[in-house]
C-alpha cells in the first residue's frame, strides 16, 4: 500500500495492492485512522486490487465514520468490473463515489 497525503488540499490517497483484505487491516487502519484528526477528503485508489473480502468493506466503513459519515469525501477509483459490481450490490455506491 502506498499512502500519500497532499498537505495543500488536506487529501489522503492510498493506492492498494493485489489484495484489499483483513492483511492489510493494521496498515490502512495506521494509514487513516490513528492520526485522530481526519482529512478533508480521501482517494482510495483500487487500479491494482484483484481480490476484495468483507473486511474490506468494513475498513471502508470505519473510515467513512472517521471521515464524518454523509459529510464524507471519500472517492474509490480505479475499481476493475467485478470489484465495481461487488461494491454496488453491497450499496457502496450510495455511501461513496465511485470513479
Do not use: W
Not at 51 to 77: F, K, P, T
Request: hydrophobic share 40%; aromatic share 6%; glycine share 8%.
Amino acid at each position: 500500500m502506498i499512502v500519500h497525503h497532499d498537505s495543500e488540499h488536506d487529501c489522503l490517497t492510498l493506492q492498494l495492492g493485489p489484495r484489499f483484505d483483513f492483511s492489510i487491516h493494521r496498515d490502512f487502519h495506521e494509514a487513516c485512522l490513528d492520526s485522530g484528526k481526519a482529512a478533508r477528503s480521501y482517494v482510495i485508489d483500487l487500479g491494482e486490487v484483484t481480490s476484495m473480502d468483507s473486511s474490506a468493506l468494513g475498513m471502508l466503513l470505519l473510515l467513512r465514520e472517521h471521515a464524518g459519515a454523509d459529510r464524507a469525501e471519500i472517492r474509490i477509483v480505479n475499481a476493475g468490473n467485478e470489484l465495481r459490481s461487488t461494491l454496488r450490490v453491497a450499496g457502496f455506491d450510495k455511501l461513496f463515489v465511485l470513479h
